[in-house]
């Protein structure tokens, strides 16, 4: 049984991934079991927390995933935790169409306090309006206090503390700015970088020693025991019967997974992973699954590990049934190209070239139907694919607001590729048939 809370903002840019890293470090750091949540498909903050807490981050998305579903993935981890941290997603309501997918509906579907982290350092009294707008737009969310970012002095703080005891939400403290706690940026977004270890350790001490923490875990939520409302329950795993391998890409430039798509597979197969940069061998599989990351960042490497652009290439002449999803659909390829516009030969299954050059950001969820099932997905990316024109393609694509998007799935024999992320683990096991 844990205590539960989310940390939410009025809009982005307020500094809610560093107070969450922060707060997750610092309990984790007081012995408490942490487990921390993401609302939305990003990859990339699920990272983080996994670093901050020492536990596996998962995401969660009511866009992708069925409500029935979400809620029995947070009860399911939030188990064996003391304190369950789920990290909001863009402003408190912002979703993919007007509320939907945002950290309020969610708030409301889990029954969990709201924590707003408001960047207030150009503000005063005028915060009321702004709090008693948010408190009182929709009554179900529960907003149970606020933290204010960016603030220098205790001076400014009173007057901001002012505007919630008018507004009747209890203030948790100010947190100063502070450089050694400013977290590194890639172009995808956040980025696990080296020095990692030392900005959580200074937010860890900065948000202990600015934020009142024993007043949060009052206004936080306590988690009640929890009855799994899913039909049904995972298939039994017969270890006698001759099992499927399924093999999976897994280094430094693929690994954009979801959590719960691994358990999925688990229960399918039995789980083999092995790196595109480092293995020279590709393991003997019935299913190879090629995840997405950062290859543009390791080009080189993969390029010049030809015998494994081989293998893969002639698991796939041989009829292997592989799905690869954004940087593993570059790496099947035939080559990727660099900011500067320097191409790397990849493994050449489908004939079309993705480039790093001249960068655009492609972002949206992505309604994927198939002839048997649909599926649920995101598109965030900055390549663009050419030479693609005569490549054979399956399925319907849309966007959350129902027009049709132009991104492909590509086929090749028993290939799939795509720069669509996919949420399949909700799906029931046999409307996949691998």
């Not at 995401?59 to 981890?77: G, R, S």
């Not at 402003?91 to 939907?100: I, P, R, S, T, Y």
């Not at 409302?229 to 979801?258: C, H, L, M, S, W």
């Amino acid at each position: 049984m844990s205590k539960a809370f989310l940390i939410a903002a009025p809009w982005s840019n307020s500094g809610k991934t560093t107070v969450t890293l922060g707060l997750s470090r610092w309990f984790t750091n007081q012995g408490y079991r942490v487990q921390s949540f993401k609302c939305g498909p990003d990859y990339i903050d699920t990272m983080h927390h996994t670093r901050a807490t020492k536990q596996a981050a998962i995401n969660l998305d009511t866009i992708m995933m069925p409500e029935a579903h979400l809620v029995d993935v947070f009860y399911t981890h939030q188990k064996a935790a003391d304190i369950s941290i789920v990290e909001g997603v863009m402003g408190l309501f912002d979703g993919a169409v007007k509320d939907q997918g945002s950290s309020a509906t969610i708030a409301k579907l889990l029954d969990i306090p709201v924590i707003l982290v408001v960047n207030a350092k150009s503000m005063a009294y005028t915060i009321a309006p702004i709090l008693h707008g948010l408190k009182t737009f929709d009554p179900e969310v529960k907003i149970a206090g606020v933290i204010f970012n960016f603030i220098k002095t205790a001076s400014h703080y009173a007057f901001l503390k002012e505007a919630c005891d008018m507004v009747g939400i209890p203030s948790l403290g100010y947190v100063p700015p502070n450089d050694a706690i400013a977290i590194p940026s890639r172009h995808l977004g956040l980025y696990v970088e080296d020095d990692f270890e030392t900005v959580v350790e200074n937010a860890a001490s900065h948000m202990a020693n600015h934020i009142a923490i024993a007043d949060l875990l009052k206004v936080s939520k306590v988690i009640p025991d929890y009855t799994k409302t899913v039909q049904g329950t995972a298939p039994v795993i017969d270890v006698k019967a001759k099992r499927k391998i399924i093999a999976i890409a897994k280094d430094e430039a693929f690994n954009f997974t979801y959590i719960e798509n691994l358990k999925w597979l688990e229960v399918k197969g039995e789980v083999v992973y092995f790196s595109p940069i480092h293995d020279t061998e590709l393991p003997e599989a019935d299913y190879i699954y090629l995840a997405g990351g950062y290859p543009e960042l390791y080009l080189e490497q993969l390029s010049q590990n030809t015998a494994m652009r081989i293998q893969i290439k002639a698991a796939a002449a041989k009829g292997v049934t592989m799905y690869a999803e954004c940087g593993g659909m570059m790496y099947l390829g035939s080559a990727i190209v660099d900011e500067q516009g320097v191409g790397y030969p990849m493994a050449d299954i489908f004939p079309f070239v993705t480039s790093m050059e001249y960068k655009k950001l492609t972002l949206g969820y992505r309604k994927v139907v198939l002839e048997n099932v649909t599926l649920w997905g995101h598109e965030f990316h900055y390549s663009k694919v050419s030479d693609d024109i005569n490549i054979s393609t399956v399925g319907e694509v849309f966007s959350a607001r129902k027009k049709e998007i132009s991104t492909k799935i590509y086929t090749h024999k028993n290939v799939y590729a795509s720069y669509i992320h996919l949420y399949w683990a909700a799906l029931k096991q046999e409307e996949i048939c691998i």
